[in-house]
């Protein structure tokens, strides 16, 4: 707690160690997937607008099993659903390094599969995300938040770092065959996993996906703080997400280097914003810190796309990453401690399209704009109409930007039911 990150969630909980653990290797290889195909992408075809594209094909998905992954959350078993999302996951990596070995990739091979993974992933998150919930205490959910981000932190630093340079040197099969192996390992953690029948399931009931979905729908309708807070991350994502377009600034530089130090600006902001977050633990309007966090992200993407040095551009990589991590902190925070547990599974489902589907279709918007109109003014633009955006949803959302933990009635309900259950026991 010296510096902010608090270890007592994985002290707590075998299961959530576990899972901490199989979720960080799995994002590891997920990261250095994430910027080789684009990157092979560029190869192949040096179009922005390809580039770009990308998102664009992984967008149905991302919005088809994300609902579908929430809804099944709070009805299936929860860890055998990770599990078989992971086993595709592998298959798909296998059909990419395949590809990536044959004498002329092909970029529909990138297209398909790269869609069939992002399915994969979003049938996936809300169970995770509801499993965090369950077996972390109430009063412990702003530490795995944190937690949370700094896994994907360090992920997102060694994964684009280490892929992205084995990308240039060695190409992008060798990237693929390293994934193989974070997926070997992922499923390995993830089998020895044991959950209490209790915690296996959600208790949304089987009334019908649809009907679940409808239902959690009405729940969302009643609570703006939480839908202000989608569509915070939405904006952000749509209209200022440069991970796509960072090739195409490296080439400014020396691009045998500047493309892996550029990937890790990004996730460098994020952890120093992690590790120094102690801070955060005094902050009780979480709506307010996400808007003025979500800002400070948009600010540091026009500051990366108008730099002409590299210590520049990567500083405002930097600035955007400590923004948006510290967004997610208090996003998540406000998920767990505020949803009620019955539909946490569908709302994470939710969750994950506005922290998912804001990227995608992010790339497409950068890669089409910067066609348009040059990639300088794709990212500026993009970056200065994020921070307006989101000041506008913090002013036209009162329960959001008024909403305090110490008070909120939502906070309160769950904190009891918590209590009342008590922890549940993990074999």
Same mark, same amino acid.
């Given at each position: 707690? $010296?510096?902010?990150?608090?270890?007592?969630?994985?002290?707590?909980?075998?299961?959530?160690?576990?899972?901490?653990?199989?979720?960080?290797?799995?994002?590891? !290889? +997920?990261?250095?997937? @994430?910027?080789?195909?684009?990157?092979?992408?560029?190869?192949? *075809?040096?179009?922005?607008?390809?580039?770009?594209?990308?998102? #664009?094909?992984?967008?149905?998905?991302?919005?088809?099993?994300? #609902?579908?992954?929430?809804?099944?959350?709070? %009805?299936? +078993?929860?860890?055998?659903? =990770?599990?078989?999302?992971?086993?595709?996951v592998g298959l798909a990596t296998v059909a990419l390094l395949l590809n990536a070995l044959a004498a002329r990739p092909t970029v529909v091979v990138l297209y398909v599969f790269a869609g069939l993974v992002a399915a994969a992933q979003s049938l996936q998150s809300p169970s995770l995300a509801a499993l965090d919930q369950v077996l972390v205490a109430h009063d412990l959910q702003r530490s795995a938040a944190t937690l949370a981000t700094l896994s994907g932190t360090v992920a997102s630093i060694l994964g684009p770092a280490l892929g992205g340079l084995a990308a240039v040197v060695f190409g992008?099969?060798?990237? @693929?065959?390293?994934?193989?192996?974070?997926?070997?390992? *992922?499923?390995?953690? #993830?089998?020895?996993? $044991?959950?209490?029948?209790?915690?296996? %399931?959600?208790? !949304?009931?089987?009334? !019908?996906?649809?009907?679940?979905?409808?239902?959690?729908?009405?729940?969302?309708?009643?609570?703006?703080? =939480?839908? !202000? *807070?989608?569509?915070?991350?939405?904006?952000?994502?749509? #209209?200022? @997400?440069?991970?796509?377009?960072?090739?195409?600034?490296?080439?400014?530089? +020396? +691009?045998?280097?500047?493309l892996a130090l550029l990937y890790v600006g990004l996730p460098l902001g994020a952890l120093l914003a992690t590790v120094t977050s102690r801070w955060t633990h005094r902050v009780r309007h979480y709506g307010r810190a996400v808007v003025a966090s979500a800002a400070l992200w948009g600010l540091g993407v026009a500051l990366f796309g108008v730099a002409d040095s590299l210590p520049l551009a990567l500083a405002g990589l930097v600035v955007g990453g400590a923004g948006d991590a510290v967004s997610g902190i208090f996003r998540q925070t406000l998920w767990n401690e505020s949803i009620a547990p019955e539909v946490r599974g569908r709302m994470a489902g939710l969750e994950m399209l506005s922290y998912s589907l804001g990227p995608t279709a992010g790339q497409f918007r950068a890669g089409a704009m910067a066609a348009w109109v040059g990639l300088r003014a794709s990212l500026a633009v993009g970056g200065v109409a994020c921070s307006a955006s989101v000041v506008a949803v913090g002013g036209a959302l009162p329960a959001l930007w008024r909403f305090d933990a110490r008070t909120d009635p939502h906070v309160a309900r769950v904190r009891a039911l918590r209590a009342r259950e008590g922890p549940e026991p993990v074999l």
């Open positions: 707690m $010296r510096l902010g990150v608090d270890l007592a969630p994985l002290r707590a909980s075998a299961a959530f160690r576990r899972l901490y653990l199989a979720g960080f290797v799995s994002m590891l !290889g +997920d990261q250095a997937t @994430y910027v080789t195909a684009p990157f092979q992408l560029r190869e192949l *075809t040096h179009s922005t607008l390809a580039v770009g594209a990308l998102g #664009l094909v992984e967008l149905a998905p991302l919005v088809v099993f994300g #609902l579908w992954g929430g809804a099944l959350a709070d %009805r299936v +078993d929860r860890r055998r659903l =990770v599990v078989a999302c992971e086993v595709v992008p099969r060798a990237v @693929y065959g390293a994934n193989l192996v974070t997926v070997a390992a *992922t499923l390995a953690l #993830l089998a020895s996993v $044991r959950l209490a029948p209790a915690l296996r %399931r959600g208790t !949304g009931g089987n009334d !019908g996906d649809l009907i679940a979905l409808r239902d959690a729908a009405r729940y969302a309708r009643t609570r703006p703080d =939480v839908t !202000g *807070t989608y569509l915070v991350d939405l904006l952000a994502m749509v #209209l200022a @997400y440069p991970v796509t377009m960072v090739p195409f600034v490296a080439a400014r530089f +020396d +691009d045998r280097y500047a």
